[in-house]
């Protein structure tokens, strides 16, 4: 069992598996200049499989496919089956920007499936999906591509199939504000649970100033003025951080991710992070890593990988330090959100 020194039992891992995307959200990577790994530093399959049945055996029971984009990792698929498939992981979802969903899994054995077909088939339960505008324009200046509709069939794809679907909107000042209620909506008749996330400053791209910064409750204000007051619901939980409210008359719940406003967010953290080059990170908004992949290449044991899993969670910080010190080093499409 994994357990840091706050009390905080640790269960879910989220797995990046590649530092690639097919998007440029400048909020998550610079504009330019982004290096990619090589090939050969990054976790191949097996590692990551082998990495995560320790992690099972130590008391992990939900895995979280991210990125980068996982879906441009070619095999990305057949991972996901191996790892849904190993005893004692109860749940495994992805995170995505939907936009390869209804795309030709070309790694698959059947060359006709389309990757939401190929991640139902695995016995995927749930995606979340990127999406921070229902403006094409919008959506393309916030993400570098012109892949809105792409997007959407992908949510659509992913509803059809039977996947519960959350929409990850990330909040920016002069952008968002518009975007609020045309998102509640698209997710009410998507029957998708839709959570605006607070803007954290993990690149260090430009849009990352003080000025761009949405806070929830202004975002909560601002929904307010259209749906009324939105009713509390802190007896709602999904596996993580969010904070969920109901609309009035609808009762359709929404979320807020509020890394930085929110100063009890860190109470009920229960994940580790492992980067696709193998670091075992215990805490998003902390530069403490320890690496796997040396390890696992010189031999080590599955004793010795479990030493560095329990090293890492006694390590574990009690908060993220992102209002104070923290200084991005790694963008997060290198880190895996
Ligand atoms: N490519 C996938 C996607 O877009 O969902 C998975 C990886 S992405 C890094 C995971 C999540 O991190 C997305 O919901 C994205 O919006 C969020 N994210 C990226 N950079 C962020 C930042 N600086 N602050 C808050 N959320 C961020
Ligand atoms: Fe790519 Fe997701 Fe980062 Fe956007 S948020 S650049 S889609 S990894």
Redesign the pocket.
């Known amino acids: 069992m994994l357990e840091d020194t706050f009390g905080h039992r640790i269960s879910y891992l989220r797995i990046?598996i590649t530092d690639r995307?097919n998007?440029r959200?400048a909020?998550?990577m610079p504009e330019e200049g982004q290096k990619w790994l090589p090939k050969e530093e990054v976790l191949s399959f097996e590692e990551i499989e082998r990495i995560c049945r320790i992690a099972a055996k130590l008391g992990v029971r939900k895995l979280r496919i991210?990125?980068?984009?996982?879906l441009t990792r070619s095999g990305a698929t057949q991972l996901i089956q191996k790892l849904v498939d190993i005893p004692g992981i109860d749940e495994l979802g992805v995170?995505?920007?939907?936009t390869l969903l209804t795309r030709l899994d070309s790694s698959s054995k059947d060359t006709r499936k389309t990757y939401i077909q190929s991640l139902a088939a695995a016995g995927v339960g749930s995606v979340?999906?990127?999406l921070?505008s229902l403006d094409p324009a919008v959506y393309a200046s916030a993400t570098g591509r012109d892949y809105h509709a792409r997007a959407i069939a992908g949510i659509r794809a992913a509803r059809e199939h039977g996947l519960a679907v959350k929409l990850?909107?990330?909040l920016m000042k002069n952008r968002s504000e518009g975007e609020l209620i045309p998102l509640l909506n698209f997710a009410r008749e998507e029957n998708a649970l839709l959570r605006f996330?607070?803007?954290?400053?993990?690149?260090d791209s430009n849009v990352?100033d003080d000025s761009r910064f949405l806070a929830s409750g202004l975002a909560k204000s601002i929904l307010e003025l259209h749906t009324g007051q939105l009713e509390p619901r802190p007896d709602f939980k999904t596996n993580g951080p969010a904070t969920y409210y109901q609309v009035p008359r609808t009762n359709q719940l929404i979320g807020f991710?509020s890394?930085l406003s929110d100063f009890h967010f860190c109470n009920t953290c229960n994940k580790l992070r492992l980067t696709c080059e193998g670091k075992l990170r215990p805490c998003l908004g902390s530069h403490l890593e320890i690496d796997l992949r040396e390890p696992l290449r010189q031999g080590a044991d599955d004793k010795e990988i479990a030493d560095l899993f329990h090293s890492t969670v006694a390590r574990k910080p009690e908060t993220h330090g992102f209002r104070d010190t923290y200084q991005p080093g790694r963008n997060?499409?290198a880190?895996?959100?």
């Not at 991210?66 to 996982?70: A, D, L, Q, S, V």
């Not at 996330?197 to 690149?203: A, G, N, S, Y």
């Open positions: 990046s995307c998007e959200c909020y998550c991210t990125g980068g984009e996982p995170s995505t920007n939907g979340n999906i990127s921070d990850n909107a990330v996330i607070e803007l954290m400053p993990i690149t990352l991710i890394a997060m499409v880190i895996g959100g």
